[in-house]
């Protein structure tokens, strides 16, 4: 079952733009992270942010995370028409061993050149 | 070597065939997993497996078998699939050792998939 929801469902923008997508979840959680989808491909992690931090950065992407309010946001910045993508959050469940991801709905991000 | 891969590509079955989805990882993880992803929805685990032992079963129908013949490879049979079936079938591993991954990051590597098609 998905974890919680992203808005927005889709989101346009120019190159060179900023790209800012959110998340929400529902349970307590470890860590929440973030993958991208090529149309049709297999996802790639981009980034993970554990819950006693607030906000991390890597390269262009920024995340931050409130646990209060249960929510995230990825921000993109200086978007390029390669970043064109589905973005997903991601929350860690434990369960013995194994640990599962649990995906939000996503953003379809589409980067106009 | 970060690469999950999957095989094949594209496969299209009717509803009496019986098929079979691989997946392989060298990367020495031991936990993998099967997903189904339905087009602009987000993937949807359907097993997990935790040294080679089944360890996550979410309500799956029996028509999809997993096999994990050893720690590189994650096999899903299919038999007596629906139309409905028709989707993206995504394989991904991750460390399931704590001593290896002791946060819990619980990192996965995704395979690029195989779209099915149940006529």
């Known amino acids: 079952s998905q974890q919680g929801e992203e808005d927005p469902q889709a989101l346009s923008i120019q190159e060179g733009e900023n790209a800012t997508m959110n998340c929400s979840y529902k349970t307590s959680i470890n860590n929440l992270q973030w993958y991208r989808q090529n149309s049709g491909r297999g996802l790639v992690h981009l980034i993970l942010i554990r819950s006693n931090e607030r906000e991390k950065h890597s390269g262009r992407l920024r995340v931050t995370l409130d646990t209060s309010k249960k929510s995230s946001s990825l921000l993109i910045t200086a978007s390029r028409a390669a970043d064109t993508a589905s973005y997903f959050c991601a929350t860690v469940r434990f369960s013995g061993s194994a640990r599962q991801l649990t995906f939000g709905s996503g953003t379809q991000l589409t980067v106009l050149p | 070597d970060t690469e999950v891969t999957q095989t094949p590509k594209h496969l299209v079955m009717g509803m009496t065939n019986k098929k079979s989805l691989k997946c392989e990882q060298h990367m020495g993880h031991r936990a993998m997993y099967w997903y189904k992803q339905k087009a602009k929805k987000p993937p949807e685990l359907m097993f997990v497996y935790s040294y080679e032992k089944l360890s996550i079963n979410e309500s799956v129908p029996s028509r999809f078998s997993p096999e994990c013949p050893n720690s590189s490879l994650l096999n899903l049979h299919l038999h007596a699939l629906q139309p409905e079936d028709s989707a993206l079938y995504l394989c991904?591993?991750?460390?399931?050792?704590?001593?290896?991954?002791?946060?819990?990051?619980?990192?996965?590597?995704f395979g690029a998939g195989t779209r099915l098609s149940v006529l």
């Open positions: 991904a591993s991750s460390q399931a050792d704590l001593r290896r991954d002791p946060t819990g990051k619980n990192i996965q590597y």
